[in-house]
């Protein structure tokens, strides 16, 4: 079973950025594709961005492509998004959750993510 721990929220001022983490532990974190979601409040949770497990692949939501940036680094079971030019509509709690399923299916829905971190806040104010 693995356990994902999201880290780096805030609360931060438009135009600036953030980097959120993503801890892994239990499980083989090279195994598995990492994905990032956002929910804003009243709102369902969205997908943000993904990477598969060997980091040569990404997936951005539209509307966050060229502001937000994943990465990982295996070695340290961790998985980042950096998010430059924060809009206060990227306001919600984050989350970053796994997959073993191929990441393509994984993104467009097919499959399930297998594990879910418990989230971080990030707040933009205007």
């Known amino acids: 079973q693995m356990q994902l721990v999201e880290s780096g929220g805030g609360s931060v001022q438009a135009g600036e950025t953030l980097t959120l983490s993503c801890a892994a532990s239990g499980g083989t974190f090279s195994r598995v594709h990492i994905a990032w979601f956002y929910q804003a409040p009243g709102k369902e949770r969205e997908f943000v961005a993904a990477?598969?497990?060997?980091?040569?692949?990404?997936h951005y939501a539209d509307s966050m492509k060229g502001r937000f940036t994943v990465s990982r680094d295996n070695a340290k079971n961790a998985a980042y998004l950096q998010m430059k030019s924060l809009k206060p509509e990227d306001t919600g709690v984050y989350y970053c959750?796994?997959?073993?399923?191929?990441?393509?299916?994984?993104?467009?829905?097919?499959?399930?993510?297998?594990?879910w971190g418990q989230g971080t806040q990030v707040t933009v104010s205007s």
């Open positions: 990477i598969s497990w060997s980091g040569g692949s990404t």
């Open positions: 959750a796994a997959a073993y399923s191929p990441l393509d299916l994984v993104v467009a829905g097919n499959y399930p993510y297998d594990f």
